[in-house]
């Protein structure tokens, strides 16, 4: 399995930069999770829309799901098979001709090609999966979306090859946004606990310092990562 960083950053990109976005590949399987500020042409850097499978959404905020209308408006268009499957644990707005709204709930398991994906409802200000997705190998990996901490993570996340997980905040000075989003620190804390064996901090907050984390990175746009 192979995770592509197409766009790392939130609420809103730094210059130049992407929010949320990530192209998971699996032999034949594409799959799109989240699809923030500059997706659609990453995306097609790599893959037509013809090769993508599903659309995989965490939440429906604007910085992780603000390209899902160009995405429409391309199958519109005639540039990807539909109906194209999209989840997502809202799915009001998705109700359109190319596309098949799937939605996602806490303990949901669903399979897209050879992967398999098991939500977990986590703690953000509208409703939001974490997302669980693994190979046929056994090889997983475990997407936080925006959560702020909470107990059931660690579960969620054990054992995962790869954590890759929300890290907006640069300290725990605000307790309104700790509600719905972590420090680098507690993702640090997350992967040990959970025995992750690799843990990227995504979902960037403009120019974030550099955390001392043994083991642990920032999430750097382009990057790919075999799991």
């Known amino acids: 399995m192979k995770l592509t960083l197409l766009g790392v950053y939130g609420p809103f990109p730094a210059a130049g930069g992407g929010c949320s976005s990530y192209l998971i590949e699996n032999g034949d399987t594409h799959i799109l999770l989240d699809c923030g500020s500059g997706a659609l042409s990453r995306l097609l850097e790599h893959i037509p829309l013809t090769k993508l499978d599903a659309v995989v959404l965490s939440h429906m905020h604007a910085d992780h799901a603000g390209e899902i209308d160009l995405i429409r408006y391309a199958l519109e268009f005639g540039q990807g098979s539909v109906p194209m499957q999209v989840y997502s644990p809202q799915i009001d707005t998705l109700r359109r001709a190319v596309f098949e709204p799937i939605e996602?709930?806490?303990?949901?398991?669903?399979?897209?090609?050879?992967?398999?994906?098991r939500f977990t409802a986590v703690r953000h200000a509208v409703p939001t999966m974490g997302v669980r997705v693994t190979d046929r190998n056994g090889h997983a990996l475990f997407y936080t979306g925006d959560t702020g901490y909470f107990d059931g993570l660690t579960d969620a996340a054990r054992d995962a090859d790869l954590l890759l997980a929300d890290a907006c905040l640069a300290d725990a000075s605000n307790p309104n946004a700790l509600k719905n989003h972590m420090t680098g620190e507690q993702v640090v804390s997350l992967g040990k606990a959970a025995n992750c064996g690799r843990v990227l901090l995504t979902h960037r907050f403009g120019a974030q310092p550099v955390y001392p984390v043994g083991g642990s990175a920032f999430a750097e746009e382009g990057k790919s990562y075999e799991i």
Request: net charge neutral; aromatic share 0%; proline share 0%.
């Open 104 to 117: 996602t709930h806490d303990g949901m398991t669903a399979r897209i090609g050879s992967l398999t994906l």
